[in-house]
């Protein structure tokens, strides 16, 4: 029983410092895409996001799910300890391809974090 109170102590200390940390959505500002695609070529989606301190880490845009009409994305980052820094919020790009398969049908959702970003005209 001590262990388990250790261990509990010893996590809840941890992830206070930000040394364990769970995955949260990122702030994303805006998300660009072509207009336009084929059915199948390639697709690239830019999210532009903003990174508020220097703690945030892991910035990375993960495939959820991928049918015919939508691509399903997760934004997320972990929070961390970077040690003394300067506040800031610093803008970055994160990229996805979508590489066309299965091939596309129109409308085509782009979709991140649960939030519909608009849709591609299938040509």
């Not at 990375?60 to 994305?73: A, K």
């Given at each position: 029983?001590?262990?388990?109170?250790?261990?509990?102590?010893?996590?809840?200390?941890?992830?206070?410092?930000?040394?364990?940390?769970?995955?949260?959505?990122?702030?994303?500002?805006?998300?660009?895409?072509?207009?336009?695609?084929?059915?199948?070529?390639?697709?690239?989606?830019?999210v532009h996001v903003q990174i508020w301190n220097c703690g945030e880490k892991d910035q990375q845009v993960t495939l959820i799910e991928r049918t015919p009409s939508r691509l399903s994305l997760s934004g997320t980052f972990r929070k961390?300890?970077?040690?003394?820094?300067?506040?800031?919020?610093?803008?970055?790009?994160?990229?996805?391809?979508?590489?066309?398969?299965?091939?596309?049908?129109?409308?085509?959702?782009?979709?991140?974090?649960?939030?519909?970003?608009?849709?591609?005209?299938?040509?």
């Amino acid at each position: 029983m001590k262990k388990l109170a250790l261990l509990s102590v010893a996590s809840l200390a941890l992830s206070g410092c930000g040394l364990i940390s769970t995955p949260e959505p990122l702030h994303i500002q805006r998300v660009d895409f072509p207009a336009t695609a084929s059915a199948t070529e390639p697709l690239t989606v830019n999210v532009h996001v903003q990174i508020w301190n220097c703690g945030e880490k892991d910035q990375q845009v993960t495939l959820i799910e991928r049918t015919p009409s939508r691509l399903s994305l997760s934004g997320t980052f972990r929070k961390g300890w970077a040690g003394p820094c300067d506040a800031a919020v610093v803008d970055k790009v994160l990229t996805y391809t979508d590489v066309g398969t299965p091939g596309r049908i129109e409308p085509f959702e782009i979709v991140i974090n649960g939030k519909s970003w608009g849709k591609v005209l299938v040509k």
